[in-house]
């Protein structure tokens, strides 16, 4: 038997004790213990008694046939450590919560500020016709898209260049475009037209930052972004906001359905 974990043992005084000098410390252990009433098994919270009536230590995972048996096991070195690592696991899980606690509530305060809202993915019905002025010839698009679902007031849009898409945006629009050469290349195979276009001149045409990027949004829905050339300017007025004949958008509150028509210049 170990004694050097033994109160007021000093290191190195232990030896090895027969039965008899165990149950003599081991009693004088208990008396010592009663004594200093420090002992109370109903406040203790890891004893408790099981259905056989028999102690148990909750923390060591040990049993007591009698309180003095448990006692005893109070004042050893194995529960003394296991309340050392309980208390360690405590504070651990307490500054764990306390982490916890303030990165929650550095989320709910975030959130208030941010604009929250359930995508329900793109809108499905929309129309995009190329169309032309009978009178001054100029060509464009008239854009009818339908948001049944809309939650603001009326959708608003905004064209913006190559440059001022999110990097993210840039790599979608850059696979449409190439998606759309592509498409366009097998048509003059389909036509029978030998294919003689020159490289370095294909890929100028198709270069993104050519084109203009228009982009629709209506909450809930996901932003559109439909690709529009940019070889001649629109045809629209200087002041933001304003509409003229050639450039003009409208909102159909009834049949949840949004206009918008423009034209380039010749
Ligand atoms: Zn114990």
């Given at each position: 038997m170990d004694y050097s974990g033994r109160v007021n043992s000093k290191k190195g005084a232990g030896g090895i004790a027969s039965t008899e000098e165990s149950n003599i410390?081991?009693?004088?252990?208990?008396?010592?213990?009663?004594?200093?009433?420090?002992?109370?098994?109903?406040?203790?919270?890891?004893?408790?008694?099981?259905?056989?009536?028999?102690?148990?230590?909750?923390?060591?995972?040990?049993?007591?046939?009698?309180?003095?048996?448990?006692?005893?096991?109070?004042?050893?070195?194995?529960?003394?450590?296991?309340?050392?690592?309980?208390?360690?696991?405590?504070?651990?899980?307490?500054?764990?919560?306390?982490?916890?606690?303030?990165?929650?509530?550095?989320?709910?305060?975030?959130?208030v500020e941010k604009r929250n809202w359930n995508k329900i993915g793109k809108p499905i019905d929309y129309k995009?016709?190329?169309?032309?002025?009978?009178?001054?010839?100029?060509?464009?698009?008239?854009?009818?898209?339908?948001?049944?679902?809309?939650?603001?007031?009326?959708?608003?849009?905004?064209?913006?260049?190559?440059?001022?898409?999110?990097?993210?945006?840039?790599?979608?629009?850059?696979?449409?475009?190439?998606?759309?050469?592509k498409s366009e290349n097998?048509?003059?195979?389909?036509?029978g037209a030998e294919d003689e276009v020159e490289e370095d001149e294909d890929d100028e045409e198709y270069e993104p930052t050519k084109f203009q990027y228009l982009i629709i949004s209506a909450e809930p829905y996901d932003n559109i972004a439909i690709i529009i050339p940019n070889k001649n300017e629109i045809d629209k007025p200087q002041d933001e906001n304003k509409m003229s004949d050639t450039y003009w958008w409208y909102w159909d509150k009834d049949t949840k359905e949004f206009y918008l028509q423009f034209l380039y210049k010749n």
């Open positions: 410390y081991t009693k004088k252990r208990v008396q010592e213990l009663l004594a200093t009433h420090i002992l109370d098994l109903d406040n203790d919270p890891y004893v408790f008694r099981n259905h056989l009536g028999i102690l148990e230590c909750k923390l060591c995972l040990t049993t007591h046939n009698n309180e003095s048996s448990y006692i005893s096991h109070l004042g050893g070195r194995k529960h003394h450590l296991n309340l050392e690592r309980r208390r360690i696991l405590d504070e651990k899980q307490n500054l764990q919560l306390k982490y916890q606690q303030k990165i929650e509530n550095q989320i709910s305060i975030s959130n995009i016709i190329k169309i032309r002025d009978p009178k001054t010839l100029q060509i464009g698009f008239l854009i009818s898209c339908k948001f049944p679902k809309i939650i603001i007031d009326e959708p608003f849009f905004t064209i913006m260049s190559f440059y001022e898409l999110t990097s993210k945006n840039q790599n979608l629009c850059i696979k449409e475009i190439t998606k759309l050469k097998n048509e003059e195979h389909v036509e």
